[in-house]
């Protein structure tokens, strides 16, 4: 399966796409990135299913908090490399964050 750039409709193949970030399409160059559900689907599918995982082994309380974590990031990123050849996400243009991040209000 593959995606289109949103900004010249190329198709994609999952090897150009990244999960995760922003990326420079090969056609127009213009950058964009995969839907920002997309990740947060696959972290939050991953967690679920280490949670069962370890609790299915025995693991309770805090050792099954210490086996989550440290299974997390690694099987993370093994499942982003991999899923996206089998459900490709959808893309988007890249925005780029122009809020300032200013604190406190107007002075008068």
């Given at each position: 399966m593959r995606s289109h750039c949103p900004?010249?409709?190329?198709?994609?193949?999952?090897?150009?796409?990244l999960?995760?970030?922003?990326?420079r399409c090969p056609v127009c160059?213009?950058?964009?990135?995969?839907?920002?559900?997309?990740?947060?689907?696959?972290f939050w599918g991953t967690l679920s299913v280490l949670i069962c995982f370890f609790w299915i082994l025995g693991y309770r309380d805090?050792?099954?908090?210490?086996?989550?974590?440290i299974a997390l990031v690694p099987v993370d990123v093994f499942v982003l490399?991999?899923?996206k050849y089998v459900i490709p996400p959808d893309l988007e243009p890249h925005l780029p964050?122009?809020?300032?991040?200013?604190?406190?209000?107007?002075?008068?």
């Open positions: 900004l010249c409709n190329t198709f994609l193949k999952a090897g150009q796409i999960p995760a970030g922003r990326f160059h213009g950058e964009i990135r995969a839907s920002g559900g997309y990740g947060q689907c696959i805090e050792h099954l908090i210490y086996a989550v974590l490399r991999t899923l964050d122009l809020s300032l991040h200013l604190k406190g209000g107007p002075r008068s």
